[in-house]
Structures are given as C-alpha cells and as structure tokens.
C-alpha cells in the first residue's frame, strides 16, 4: 500500500483512489503479470521440448522416401533453418494473435482443431466433475461425520478401489458390461453414427447443441455415449475429492468451535453444514478446481478407449507424429486452462473467506 | 497400447464372454457400411499428396484414374478406367490414352483429357513426397507440360526412355494418379499452390464415391456419387470411423453397430472369430521385414556369413507363435501378390547348417549391433533371431531407438545390422527391386540413401543391370521371369534376410460381401461391398 499513500501525499488536490482501489488494481497487474510470465515460461518449455525431441517434423511430414529437394522444401517452410530465437520469436508472435499455426499432419489451422476437439473434453470433464462432486463431497462430509461407521468404511472402499484400478480396465469392463452386455449405454463415439453432423454445431457441447436444436433424440442419444465414460473420470474425481473432504471435515469436527457449537445445542445438521462445512470450502474448491482441470487436460486413456475426439488424444497423436504446432497450441491451451481455473479458485478464496478479501 | 493393456483387454472381453454370448444387438442400414478402423495416419487428401495407408483408401474410392485395378480381381493386373484404351509408340517412349466419353467429376464438371494432364503435371511440379513415383519416368517440373499433353479427347504421355509399358500402367494405379478437377481445384487456388491447401481437405474426383467430410482422427463420410460411369456402388453411404483401441473395435462389431473392424490385435481376432455372424479374412500386404547386414563388416560381408544368417532365423517359430497371424513367411524382395512374386522360401532353421557355414568362413565369437525401431514386434523379432545367433557363438546387442535413431544409422551404414520393414510404394515390381537388388555407384559419396542396397553398403553386381533391363522389358511374361530369376539369385547371395511378409486380418459382420483392403497392390475398395 506504499505505493498509494504516496501517490495520496504528492497530488493532494486530486480525488485520491481509495485503499481499496489501489488494493484491485494491483492485484488485477499483479494477476496479468503471473499469467503473462506463466504463460511465456509455458511457452518457452514446450517450444523447446518440441526443437529437442528426437523427431523429425520433416520426416514425418515427408516420410522416409521423400526426395532430397523434397526435404528441403518442407524444411525450409517450416522455418527451420532460422535460429532458435528467432522461431520462437515468430512463435510468440503468432500466438499473441492467436495463431497457433498449421497442424504439420492435416493441413488445417491448430486453433480450429483446438475448437473442434476442445468441446468434446470439456463436455466431458464437466459432467464428470459434476457427478464427482454431487457423489463426492456429500460422502466425504458423511465419512468424516460418522467416522468409523460402516459409511466411512464403504466410501474408504470406494475410493481405494478409485485410486487403484487401472483407468483402462475399468473403461473396458464398464464398456463390455453396460455397452455390450447390457445394452444400457451408447457405445465407443460422442453420439450413434447415425447422428454424426446431423445437429448445427453451435458450442461444439453436443448436449446443448441437441437441445438448442430441440433434437431431444440426440440429446438422449449424447447422454447415453457421455454417462459411461463421464461416470468413469467422474469415479475417479470422486474417490478423490470424498478422501479429501473427509480429511477436512475430521480437522474442522475436532476443532473447539465445533464443540462449543454442540454445547450450544444446535443441531447436528448446522454444526455440521452451517459451521464445519463453511470453513472447508475454501480447501475444497482447490481441490475441485484442481480435479477439474485434470479433467480439463484430457484423459488420455478414457478418450481412446471410448474414440472420444477430445484434447487428450488430440495432444497425444500430435506428439507421437511429431504434429509440434499441434502439440504447442493443445499444451498452451491446456496451459491457460489451469491458469484461470487457479484465478478462478482465488476469486472464489476471496468470496468464501473474509480474510482473503 | 501395450501388452499388458491387451492382454488386459483381451482377459476383459474374453471373461465377460464365457458368462455370456454377446450376440448382435443392433444391425447397420443394407445400404450403409460401416468400418472402424485407425484413420490417425491420413495427413492429407490431395492425390499428388497423399502417402499413407488410409487416406490411400479414401483416393482409391473418391478418385478415378486412367487405369485402375479390379477389387474383385486384382491378380489381372491395370485394367480401363477413366482411359478406355491406350497404344504406345514403337519406341516404347510414348503411351497415348483415349479417354472415356460422358463421365463427370462430382461438381458436374466432364472428365477431359485436359484435366488427366493437368492432374499429373501439377503431381509433378507440386513435388510432394510421392512425386518420385511419376518423375522417375524423366518427368521435371520444368518438362513435365511437354512430356504430358492432352489433345481433344486423348492424352499422352511420353516418358525419357522406353520403360515396360506395365512399369507406367502400374504405377498410374496408385494414389498418385488420381484424377482431379481442374476446374474446381483451379478455381481454390492460393498463391500458386494449384489447389493444394484445398484439396488437402476437400475433394475434387469422379470415382464411385465423393467425400461427405473428413473430421481428423474422427471419420471419413462418403456417399456414392450418383452418376458415377460404373455400377453404382450398393453401399449408398460409407462411413470409416476412428477407433484406437482393438477392444473397443470389438465391442462395436459384435454389437453390429459397425460392419467391418480393421485393427483386431491377434488376442480380439482369436475372440471375435468365435463369435457367431462374425467371419475373420487375411489379406497378405506389402509389408516385409527383414534384417540387412552392414557389407562395411568385415565378418557379414563373408558370403557363407550371409548364407549362415538365413539359416538362423526362426522362421516358423515367430509364425506360430508372437507373429500369428499377422505376418507369414516369406523370403523374396517382391511381396506375394506382386508381378513377378516368388514363393519360393527355401530357408529355415537349421543351426548345423548355419555352423558349418560360419566355419568355412572362419568365424568365432563375433558380437555384433543390431538397431531396432521400438515397436514390440521387431523387438520380438530381434529377441529371437538374438537367440539364434547365440546358439552358434554370435552374440547379437539389440540396439532400440526411435524411427529417427535407428533410420539415421542405418541411412549412414552405421549399424552391423538392421531390422526393419520396407512396404512397395507403387504397385510395380520396380518398386522393391529397384530399392533391394539395385545400387548402381556403392560409394559413400553416392549417398544413395534412398537404396536398401547402398544402405547396406552392397554392390548387387549383375543384379543392377537386371533391375534395370526389366524395367524396360515390354514383354509381361518374360518380365515376371525376369524377377523370378532376380529374386533366385537375390536370395543365395544378397545381405538381406528376408523374413515375413505382413498378413491383415479383418473381422467382418457374416452378411458383407466383396470387401477387399487393396492386398499388397493397392488400398481398400468399397464400391463392389454388397450386404
């Protein structure tokens, strides 16, 4: 706050800005600042991941039997006979205008791609994390609230068996079992091959777009391809999230509060939600926030075993066909998402905590 | 994924169906098909562009070309398609087409002569990677609108010197000689790029089939093109969708919401062939893997040492065991299905044989290099012929590395020895002999990279005239044997062991008919596919 009280003494005729002001402003520069430094180290790491690895774009857009002048046509489109400087210069440069350049394998723009696949991981993080937290955090309250109990039992069970079975196994059971068994779910896709491309692409979510469309068929056809795989990520969200509330709550249950809460003689209901609950949230949100983007990021596996187009495959088959622009724009997105869900959770600090504010 | 996802996957699939059959619950349109296949490898769609796999079976349905081959008949070799005939000049230089009457592009434009010309001009100047299938006849993008000319109703097409009027037929078949509408791709063009960018994405052919769309690691729709020349295809709608996993094709097949499953690892094909209206059909690819030894070591270069390493490779145990399946033995530089193929495989396992010859050479106690791309096969592959090698005193270090590695040594004969796969890049015999039997100047400064041979650092002697005689034998019979005789003397004498040859195995719904994945030749046809 130096800063503002000295501006308060040298222009003493002027309306000065108050401290709380002074406190937005600097915290919105400050704010810039982190994310444009972030953004930049982002930047600079995985452009030079992508010049070290031992790939060849070239080779891998040209093959193996291309001609010489072939190569060298490739090679120098690509800009790869500038230093390194300089290509990263020209890269920031292209991505400050939001141009995350050519995809070397497809020929399309990376930023069109992004909005292709993107929608599809967020559609699918969002209902996981939803189900996560709906499940999750009720449990972990309850776990923690009849510690020892058969229900803090079950939800330890729960969320071992979360944390320990291998996500492809789990992916190809829940297939085998509610796709081919049963026959409660879609298959492996976002929609039935009969809907592809039938519903305008509005936001990408196939879910609303079917809704905005009032193509309630669709909609319910969506619903059946995302539950199974959204479920999934949404388990694991869940044996997460219900593990961590529950650590919460026992700190917060054992807390003096609490019993003088209960001397009081409120009732269990309030203690619980009306005084324990309030002072985990802040704790919680970082951990849904973080659940969240790893969601966000995209599941690599969980996508291939249900031919998901999103983001995770999307980087993974990028990188594995030395695909650089692809990979750079997929992890810079990937990037700025875990940036404004923590400026996200920050904000959120300062609402649910008055000593942040 | 690797082994223990599928073997994970398999157990999976494989438990749940001894508590139940799955049966098919749904059934895809008679007139639609469906196919699950990996389509992550198609990187364009541009014929003068286009080198891989799948997006070679999207050309092969899109595109019309002047010759083509029959899906329902491909031993007979090129046959009529957009050019209803041809003569050729009595120097042999000159191949002049006729062109079919009345046959449209899919934007309603008439197939002329004029766009088969430019079509192959614009492969030629554009220069992308499988330009050297059409320059290596003398064409140039300075020359090639000379040697390339279209007049009225015919084309023609002369070539730097005589070649085998089959050479050029075979090699018009392959993706590269897809013709395109040069009026729409004209009409797209961006700073001189002939249409590229946009036909990268988009579609401009007469075939049986035009591009609905193509999402990137997602699907391919096609529909039959209405007013195509030929029968209209039975299968109105195509649609190939992106499925990685194998377990996953699976599932889809036996649920019959797809017709056809492309990528069956050996555990899900072992599976599915058990299931009942499921039926499992090989057909025998391109692809062969071999072991090249470095002619630079002073040990390999022995011929009774090269003699030796075919007898120490164990061919039918890698067959009947981790290869099931998916690759057969084979021993000659020419994939079954080929002109001129040979199935002659004369080696086997026989480590006495292998001994007496490594001591007529005066071998003991080699140790040698291996480099192997990390793909588990090769790996398996290495592991076992390492074995072998053991077993009379050669001890074989496996060296694994990526493609950019392994490649990079063996392109600067860096490596003892190299185990890899070559697949054909056109439908010709020249195609493999002209990489494996033939190495004109075996000098470093030739830096004849391309060459297997001069990888290998081999002089093929008499070997290379052949190569190159056959090329311009005009005459068919008389030039299958002549890569009959090539392929004898190849296997006695050259460095490389030649081992199997690549099987692929669809699994397909009981009621698809005649759908064929292109064999070694060519790439997958949908248009004669009935249900």
Redesign the interface.
Known sequence: MALADNADTRRPNRAPLSRASWSVIKTVLSTIGSVAVTLLGLLLVTFVIGRVMPIDPVLSIVGERASQSTYDAVFYELGLDKPLLVQFLYYLWDVLHLDFGISLLNARPVSEDIVRVFPATLELATVGILLGVVIGVPLGVLAAVRKDSWIDQIARVVALVGYSMPIFWLGLMGLLIFYGILGWVGGPGRVGIFYVDVVPTVTGLILVDSLLDGNIEIFKDAFSHIILPASLLGYYSLAYISRMTRSFMLEQMNAEYITTARVKGLSEWDVVWKHAFRNIRVQLITVIALSYAGLLEGSVLTEIIFSWPGIGSYITTALLSADMNAVLGGTVVVGLIFILLNIFSDLLYKIFDPRAK | ?NAL?RL??GA??GL?VT??S?GA?AE?PANML?IAHRI?D???LDPAES?EFAGGDISRNVYGRLVTLDPMDLAAGYKPDLATGWEVSEDGKTITFTMREGVTFHSGNPVRAEDAAFSLQRAVIL???P??IL?QFGFTPENVTEMITADGNTLTLTTDKKYATSFVLNCLTATIGGIVDKETVMANEVDGDMGN?WL??NSAGSGPYKLD?W?????V?LSSYPDYYGREPSMKRV?V?????S??QR??L??G??DIARNLNPEDIAGASAEEGIKIEDELKGRLMYLALNQNHPVLSKPEVRQAFKYLVDYEGMKDSFLKGQYTIHQNFLPATYLGASDENPFSLNIEKAKELLAEAGVEGLEIEAGVREAQERIEIAQSVQNTLAQVGIKLNITVG?A??I?ARYRARDLDVYLGAWGP?YPDPQTNAGTFAYNPDNSVEANAT?LLAWRTAWNPGDLTEKVDAAVTETDRDTRIKMYQDMQAEFREVSPFVIMFQQIEQSALRENVMNFSTGQAVTSAAYWQVTK
Do not use: C, Y
């Open positions: 994924m996802n994970l996957s999976a699939i749940a508590v139940t799955l619950w895809t469906v992550d198609v990187t364009t080198f220069n992308k990677t330009a050297f320059t960018t990268k994405t769309g999402k990137p690691n997602e699907s729709s649609i969708r992106h499925v990685i996993e377990a996953s599932l889809l036996e649920r919401d797809i990526t950019k590695q490649l890049d391309g």
